[in-house]
Every structure is written in C-alpha cells, then in structure tokens.
C-alpha cells in the first residue's frame, strides 16, 4: 500500500494484492464510487493513479527501489465504477536505471483493454527522500 493509505489499512483506490510473475505482473482492482466522473464512470485520473500504483509496487515487490519518471495513459473505452477488473503490467525493456513498463486495464471476464499504461520508472539513487526534505527545509527557510 502506498503511504497515503497504509495507516488505514485500506487502499481508497480500490486497488488488490499484486501477483507478481517473473517479470511481470497482475492485480485485481475495482474503482471506488468516490472516483466517479461521468455517470457510473471512472475519473481518467483514478485509471492514471491506479497505473501508477500498481506498477510502481510491483517493482517494489520485486526489489526495485524506482520512482515514476513519466506516464502515458491511452483510455480506449470508459471504465465502469464499481465493477471487477484486473491490471496485467509487463516489463517492456531496462537501460541502466530505467525500467520501461506497459500495463493494461480489463474487465475480469474480459479480454478487451480498456486503457493503456506506458512509463518509465527510475531507479532511486541512495538518499533520494533525504535530499528531498533538506531540499523543501532550505525553501522553507528562505
Ligand atoms: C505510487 C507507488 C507506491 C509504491 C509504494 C510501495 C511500497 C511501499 C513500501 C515502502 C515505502 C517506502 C518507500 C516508498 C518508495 C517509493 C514510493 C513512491 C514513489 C514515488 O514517489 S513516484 C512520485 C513521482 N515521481 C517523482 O517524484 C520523481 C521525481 N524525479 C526525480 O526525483 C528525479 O528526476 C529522478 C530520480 C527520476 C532522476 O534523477 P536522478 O538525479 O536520480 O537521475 P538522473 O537525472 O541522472 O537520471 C537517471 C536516468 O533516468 C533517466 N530519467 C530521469 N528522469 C526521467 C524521466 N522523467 N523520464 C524518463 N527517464 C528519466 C535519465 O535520462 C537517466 O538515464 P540514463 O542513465 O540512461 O542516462
């Protein structure tokens, strides 16, 4: 779970245990209602968040200590509020530090995707969310 939710013990996305599978792998997940848009509808920004979750923790998953560097998110259909699904990630390439990762979204008794992820995740450097802080300490001092 990420940090926003692990104190709650629930993650608000909506978003299941990872299988992780080699390298690749899937989750089930389900839209929370809060997250409608449209009418019965998810919000294009829970498809983009919940991309974002479950890749990054899969490469958490498998030791990987990587931050979101970019993310493109294709909507091929409207993705229902409500309703069970599953995200299967794949790990497209690695350079150096960059890992290349594609996940898609689909109905659970369906093969059609209904979104598209593509990214870069970056391997974090050594005191990453330190150098961070200090960083924001020093603005804030300004
Ligand atoms: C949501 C997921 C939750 C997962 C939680 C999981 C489990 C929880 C358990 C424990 C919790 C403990 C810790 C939690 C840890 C992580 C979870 C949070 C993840 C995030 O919080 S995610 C937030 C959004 N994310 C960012 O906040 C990144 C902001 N950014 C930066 O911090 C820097 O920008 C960085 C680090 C990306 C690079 O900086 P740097 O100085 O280390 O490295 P440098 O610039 O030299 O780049 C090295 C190579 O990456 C290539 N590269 C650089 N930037 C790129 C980009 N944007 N796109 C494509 N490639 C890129 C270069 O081209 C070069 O490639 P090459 O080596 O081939 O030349």
Known sequence: MCGGC????????????????????????????????????AHGGWTAAMF????GRSLTQRGLR???GNLTVDFFNPVPVGEAMIVEV????RAGRRWTMQAMLRLER??????????????RREGHFER???????????
Do not use: K
Not at 52 to 55: E, L, R, S
Not at 90 to 93: H, I, K, N
């Open 6 to 41: 692990r104190n709650r013990g629930r993650c608000r996305l909506g978003l299941g245990e990872i299988t992780i599978i080699g390298d690749a792998a899937h989750a089930p997940v389900r839209c929370a209602p809060h997250f409608q848009a449209g009418p019965n509808v």
């Open 52 to 55: 974002d979750d479950i890749i």
């Open 66 to 68: 990587t931050v979101t």
């Open 90 to 93: 794949v790990t497209e390439s």
């Open 110 to 123: 369906d093969p059609s995707p209904l979104a598209r992820a593509i990214g870069v995740w970056v391997e």
């Open 132 to 142: 961070h802080e200090a960083a924001m300490r020093d603005y804030r001092a300004r």
